[in-house]
């Protein structure tokens, strides 16, 4: 099977990360799913958001100046959705994208998604998406994202083949099993950049979605060959790509489907 390219919080080099303009650009490339992280607000509302803090994707700090360090969990919905969570990536140009003089389109005022509507999104495209669980701060560290985000996915009426979870958290991916055993659950690992993963703690997972840098070509050789589908992230050097998809990797998470998208076809 060819192996699938999953565009990274979306097109994220070409858009501000995790919002729909990145997603419709990722989808526009050619991507074959994208991936993004679901976060959840102070008052229990599904969002996309990877950083703990608001402050690097949004204009939370200009906003909210008395609330440092702008923890997204201590917000309510309708302040994260009064925020501007695109003029940073103009103002940052995180990728060079925007200098390179690759990004026409103006993303000032895109908003932090719900998870709703990435899933509308998807469904409206007929596309796929990987939902990133993320460990949540506090106060919402014991709030059931899990079960909240699988209602929301029925709810929406998205499944198995367009709607694929993935975490960190190798227990709340097993627990998906058991509640919901037509999706399918996918072990991120390689947390901290410095340690070796631990493989042997995921040995019950078919589906491995390793820190590249953590998981080079050869060890992704083995895995596959045991019958492990491995999807390593973030590989944005088409040379690289290449190097897993000839080992056999089943795709790789990136910050370029507009480079590695290419590769495939
Ligand atoms: O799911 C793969 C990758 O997104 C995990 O790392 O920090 O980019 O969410 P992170
Ligand atoms: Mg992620």
Avoid at 34 to 40: F, P, R
Avoid at 46 to 67: C, E, K
Avoid at 139 to 161: C, H, K, S
Avoid at 245 to 260: H, K, L, S
Wanted: avoid cysteine; charge should be negative.
């Amino acid at each position: 099977m060819r192996p699938v390219v999953i565009a990274h919080r979306g097109a994220r080099s070409l858009a501000p990360e995790n919002t729909l303009a990145a997603a419709r650009k990722a989808f526009e490339l050619g991507a074959d799913l994208w991936e993004t992280d679901v976060g959840v607000s102070k008052d229990g509302f599904l969002i996309l958001m990877h950083d703990d803090s608001l402050a690097r994707t949004t204009d939370a700090p200009a906003r909210y100046p008395g609330a440092e360090p702008w923890t997204f969990t201590e917000f309510e919905l309708e302040k994260l959705r009064a925020l501007d969570a695109g003029s940073w990536f103009h103002e940052t140009d995180p990728f060079g994208e925007v200098a390179a003089g690759h990004v026409r389109e103006d993303y000032r005022g895109e908003r932090i998604p719900t998870v709703r509507e990435a899933l509308l999104l998807t469904k409206e495209l007929g596309w796929r998406v990987n939902l990133e669980l993320k460990r949540q701060p506090p106060p919402m560290a014991g709030f059931p994202i899990l079960e909240r985000t699988l209602e929301l996915v029925r709810e929406v009426g998205l499944g198995p083949e367009a709607v694929v979870f993935s975490s960190f958290d190798l227990e709340l991916m097993r627990r998906g099993r058991r509640l919901a055993p037509e999706f399918r659950y996918q072990a991120v690992l390689g947390f901290h950049r410095d340690r070796p993963i631990d493989w042997d703690a995921a040995r019950d997972f078919d589906e491995l979605n390793p820190r590249a840098a953590l998981a080079p070509p050869e060890r992704v050789r083995e895995l596959a060959q045991a019958g492990k589908r491995v999807y390593p992230w973030t590989v944005n050097d088409p040379e690289e790509a290449l190097r897993y998809f000839e080992a056999g990797a089943a795709g790789v998470f990136t910050d370029y489907p507009q480079r590695i998208v290419p590769l495939l076809r």
